[in-house]
């Protein structure tokens, strides 16, 4: 699958593409406090998995940012942004920033999550890092919606991910 970035064609995944109505994969990622959590399958709540390149770039600070604040309150949900950034980097970027509304953690130790949800950038100079991504995986470990963003430099639709999410919980 082809995605842009800074308008330039680069491509993400590895041959396998998820859809909607797949079962969720289970990948380990690791969370700002250095624990292993698993995400997809079954979970008592709706994950909603978003992916980004890198926190230190203002586009992906602005993402985690909108997203502590859209879903802060939503009970039965257990949102998760990943990207590639190391624990610490994770944890300070979450500190300084009041990130406390969803789970940051990093796909760094296994590539687990980037291999079996088909998001790993490729080629180009973000090679090796999450494309911008959202999933929303249900109860039963059921994938409901898919988001990848077209352009890395641009930020998801947030509105339609909201009223997908609504759907679920």
């Keep these: 699958m082809q995605v842009k970035f800074k308008g330039q064609p680069v491509t993400i995944g590895n041959g396998f593409e998820l859809k909607v109505g797949d079962r969720a994969p289970v990948a380990k990622v690791v969370t700002t406090e250095l624990e292993e959590i698993e995400v997809g399958n079954t979970k008592d709540k709706v994950q909603i998995l978003i992916t980004v390149p890198s926190l230190d770039t203002p586009v992906c600070a602005t993402e985690t940012k909108r997203f502590n604040e859209l879903i802060a ?40 999550f980037k291999k079996k949800y088909g998001v790993e950038i490729k ?23 898919i988001q990848i963003v077209p352009e890395i430099t641009e930020e998801p639709n947030y509105d339609d991910v909201l009223r997908a999410l609504e759907k679920l919980v």
Excluded: H, Q, W
């Design 123 to 145: 080629e180009g100079p973000l090679a090796g890092l999450l494309a911008r991504t959202v999933f929303i995986v249900d109860k039963d470990g059921i994938v409901k919606y």
């Design 73 to 112: 309150g939503k009970e039965g949900t257990l949102p998760v942004v990943i990207s590639m950034d190391l624990p610490f980097a994770s944890k300070r970027f979450c500190s300084t920033e009041g990130i406390d509304n969803l789970t940051v953690a990093s796909d760094f130790r296994y590539g687990d």
